[in-house]
């Protein structure tokens, strides 16, 4: 823990012995507000203006099941900027546009991108496979429908951090398997990546981490339909039986995450595969300190080295 900078480490001790309920021991409903309230109390410590940009619009889209709502962010007037199709984290049952929106507003002006934000359905009221359908039909209306959104459906690159990291690397595992939409390239923020919990970090950083064990089996229990769902590929993509001719990747585990061992092992196995994969992981942070950048210069890093990639994979 002493490796963990010390305004992580003043959150992490806020969390730990603030009154009220686990989020675990919620009905999803009460997680959400708890969520929504937590983030609000703790936005002192944060310290995380907010970032002008030229434009920024909410639209209803129509996918298979709903209308999906996606935020729209413009850093500028110019047309045909790249694109970057952003996933929110939360376990797939908490979380919306607005707990990331000054995540997704910073990436839109550090990039010089248009950022569609994806509000896509959450669980238990839709369990998988809603939130992929959801994520790969916004996928497909970005790639379709630049006259709307001014940017260029050829430069797309799918974004998420833990559930939205899951999320877009599912996006292109479909795209792959569906024959479109092309996808540039994804970005992948500490993914979940196998579902079924066992590799060594979930033990090991169990409990005092910001995210726990009872957590994530919690965000499961919501998430998917059936014990063996877990198995499907489309919610452990480490369990994909080919993941060779996937895009360009540029992977970010965090060093107390329990996550990090199934990060690893994802950039390990699409490397195997052939692909070209870059794996940073981050020392002395904890899962969510993309969402936390002025708590330690590594939290604010992670934007340099993301626009860095990007930057190059655009020329």
């Given at each position: 823990?002493?490796?963990?900078?010390?305004?992580?480490?003043?959150?992490?001790?806020?969390?730990?012995?603030?009154?009220?309920?686990?989020?675990?021991?919620?009905?999803?409903?009460?997680?959400?507000?708890?969520?929504?309230?937590?983030?609000?109390?703790?936005?002192?410590?944060?310290?995380?203006?907010?970032?002008?940009?030229?434009?920024?619009?909410?639209?209803?889209?129509?996918?298979?099941?709903?209308?999906?709502?996606?935020?729209?962010?413009?850093?500028?007037?110019?047309?045909?900027?790249?694109?970057?199709?952003?996933?929110?984290?939360?376990?797939?049952?908490?979380?919306?546009?607005?707990?990331?929106?000054?995540?997704?507003?910073?990436?839109?002006?550090?990039?010089?991108?248009?950022?569609i934000a994806v509000d896509y359905r959450l669980a238990p009221e839709f369990p998988f496979p809603a939130a992929t359908h959801d994520c790969y039909d916004a996928t497909l209306w970005a790639s379709e429908h630049p006259e709307i959104h001014k940017a260029d459906p050829n430069q797309i690159t799918v974004m998420g951090d833990s559930a939205g990291g899951n999320l877009a690397t599912v996006v292109a595992l479909m795209s792959k398997a569906l024959n479109g939409p092309q996808i540039h390239q994804q970005i992948l923020i500490y993914p979940c990546t196998d579902g079924t919990l066992s590799h060594p970090s979930i033990e090991q950083f169990a409990e005092g981490y910001f995210l726990t064990k009872k957590l994530m089996q919690?965000?499961?229990?919501?998430?998917?339909?059936?014990?063996?769902?877990?198995?499907?590929?489309?919610?452990?993509?480490?369990?994909?039986?080919?993941?060779?001719?996937?895009?360009?990747?540029?992977?970010?585990?965090?060093?107390?995450?329990?996550?990090?061992?199934?990060g690893r092992a994802y950039a390990k196995k699409l490397t195997i595969a052939g692909n070209k994969v870059i794996h940073k992981e981050y020392p002395g942070m904890i899962h969510g300190f993309f969402a936390l950048p002025r708590l330690s210069r590594s939290g604010l890093s992670i934007f340099d080295d993301i626009k860095s990639v990007l930057k190059q994979s655009h020329i």
């Open positions: 823990m002493s490796n963990i900078p010390y305004k992580l480490r003043l959150l992490l001790g806020y969390l730990k012995y603030r009154p009220g309920t686990n989020i675990h021991e919620m009905t999803p409903d009460a997680a959400r507000k708890s969520a929504n309230r937590i983030s609000k109390q703790v936005d002192w410590l944060i310290d995380y203006p907010s970032v002008q940009l030229h434009r920024v619009e909410n639209l209803n889209i129509t996918g298979r099941s709903c209308q999906i709502p996606i935020r729209i962010y413009r850093p500028t007037a110019q047309e045909q900027l790249p694109l970057i199709l952003f996933f929110h984290g939360g376990g797939f049952v908490i979380n919306d546009l607005d707990s990331h929106d000054k995540v997704c507003r910073r990436i839109a002006r550090d990039n010089q991108s248009v950022v919690w965000f499961l229990n919501h998430y998917i339909p059936s014990p063996q769902a877990v198995y499907d590929p489309y919610v452990s993509p480490l369990f994909a039986e080919d993941l060779s001719d996937l895009p360009p990747t540029w992977l970010a585990t965090a060093a107390f995450d329990p996550l990090r061992d199934e």
